[in-house]
């Protein structure tokens, strides 16, 4: 728990660096393909304001964390004879993004449904009544081997990553 602090702490500190960085935005400007970009269609799409509010709401307040934190993205559980996959964590920084998509085994990418964020709060991020259910996919017990996630932010930069079931397993 104590390294999280410090990670956050710095993000914090380095906060006004970072939003003028824009993250990710050096990418996007020069069209240079990022991992997970191939799972998005940019058509038509624009950048949105990376202005700070203190409530991670943007790329450049969420994205250096999903950044440092990728081995995160998801988690698997056996549970009532089937593999959860649960995807909370990136709910957990959902605001500030534009868009997920997500693999198991190799198979054909699809959406990630998120809830909107509730900028009518002081936690935008908050996952409130049954939008609890929409954290985590069902499927059959050992099925799941791999798990791919692409996560398009709203600067339209790109992160991708792929977590074995062994380094995600939980209790």
């Known amino acids: 728990m104590k390294t999280i602090g410090k990670i956050l702490s710095a993000f914090l500190l380095a906060g006004a660096a970072q939003a003028q960085s824009s993250f990710g935005s050096d990418d996007v400007s020069r069209g240079e393909a990022a991992n997970g970009a191939d799972s998005f269609d940019l058509t038509g799409l624009e950048p949105e304001d990376q202005t700070v509010t203190g409530k991670f709401?943007?790329?450049a307040a969420v994205g250096p964390i999903l950044e440092v934190t990728?081995?995160?993205?998801a988690a698997v559980r056996e549970?009532?004879?089937k593999d959860l996959v649960y995807f909370s964590h990136i709910f957990s920084?959902?605001?500030?993004?534009k868009g997920a998509k997500y693999s198991v085994n190799d198979a054909p990418m699809q959406d990630l449904p998120m809830p909107d964020c509730h900028m009518k709060f002081q936690q935008p991020n908050s996952t409130l009544n049954d939008e609890a259910l929409?954290?985590?996919h069902s499927h059959e017990?050992?099925?799941i081997k791999s798990v791919r996630i692409?996560?398009?932010?709203?600067?339209?930069a790109t992160q991708s990553t792929t977590l074995l079931r062994e380094h995600i397993m939980i209790p």
């Not at 692409?150 to 339209?156: A, P």
């Open 150 to 156: 692409d996560l398009m932010f709203d600067n339209l």
């Open 70 to 73: 990728k081995s995160n993205w």
């Open 57 to 59: 709401t943007t790329a």
């Open 79 to 81: 549970y009532d004879g």
């Open 134 to 136: 929409m954290t985590f």
């Open 93 to 97: 920084w959902r605001c500030g993004l």
């Open 141 to 143: 017990l050992g099925s």
